[in-house]
T-cell receptor, first 112, second 114 residues
Framework: SQQGEEDPQALSIQEGENATMNCSYK?????LQWYRQNSGRGLVHLIL?????REKHSGRLRVTLDTSKKSSSLLITASRAADTASYFC????????????FGTGTRLLVSP | DTEVTQTPKHLVMGMTNKKSLKCEQHMGHRAMYWYKQKAKKPPELMFV???????INESVPSRFSPECPNSSLLNLHLHALQPEDSALYLC?????????????FGSGTQLSVL
């Protein structure tokens, strides 16, 4: 299976702290995406990093990709209570179709 | 308009019922998707439509029947479901179906099968 595994499964921090989530995947990829999901809602795209990129930033988000280790990390800096959500990495293989497969997810709780 | 709209938000049905889930987008996207998500699990791909043609069916049981009447609409017809089919059903769209495009998701339909 192409599904990524995320670590930790759950993370609890205080507002203002940084949160780091890791994703490992099994097959070669074209790109890796991160999504966020508030409880019982749809997913929201956060950031995409291509296989030839090593790091990408978007606001308080920093994503890294290490294709040799088949892993990625998502760092949220200066977290806020509103960042409380589940975060999923998602990968596609090198096929021509958009078959996006989601990792197991990290549940982040940010306490005020 | 950057929304994907799903109706209904909640649905309770018996195992002998027939119901349909609806999804609509007006972003001009040409690829649409159905995902199924059980509690505390990641979404699992069910179907992909590309330019109104079914391009991926992830071995989904025939009691789930997708339909794409036009480029803006996607339906999922449900018949003779089982209690284990209870889940959040998510619709998504993307501009095309090439690798590397981001998906826009609806808020989902929470389905309970009794």
């Amino acid at each position: 299976s192409q599904q990524g595994e995320e670590d930790p499964q759950a993370l609890s921090i205080q507002e203002g702290e940084n949160a780091t989530m890791n994703c490992s995947y099994k097959t070669s990829i074209n790109n890796l995406q991160w999504y966020r999901q508030n409880s019982g809602r749809g997913l929201v795209h956060l950031i995409l990093i291509r296989s030839n990129e090593r790091e990408k930033h978007s606001g308080r988000l920093r994503v890294t990709l290490d294709t040799s280790k088949k892993s990625s990390s998502l760092l949220i800096t200066a977290s806020r209570a509103a960042d409380t959500a589940s975060y999923f990495c998602a990968t596609t293989g090198n096929t021509g179709f958009q078959k996006l497969v989601f990792g197991t997810g990290t549940r982040l709780l940010v306490s005020p | 308009d950057t929304e994907v709209t799903q109706t209904p938000k909640h649905l309770v049905m018996g195992m002998t019922n027939k119901k349909s889930l609806k999804c609509e987008q007006h972003m001009g996207h040409r690829a649409m998707y159905w995902y199924k998500q059980k509690a505390k699990k990641p979404p699992e791909l069910m179907f992909v439509y590309s330019y109104e043609k079914l391009s991926i069916n992830e071995s989904v049981p025939s009691r789930f029947s997708p339909e794409c009447p036009n480029s803006s609409l996607l339906n999922l017809h449900l018949h003779a479901l089982q209690p284990e089919d209870s889940a959040l059903y998510l619709c998504a769209s993307s501009q095309g179906s090439l690798v590397g495009e981001k998906l826009f998701f609806g808020s989902g339909t929470q389905l309970s099968v009794l």
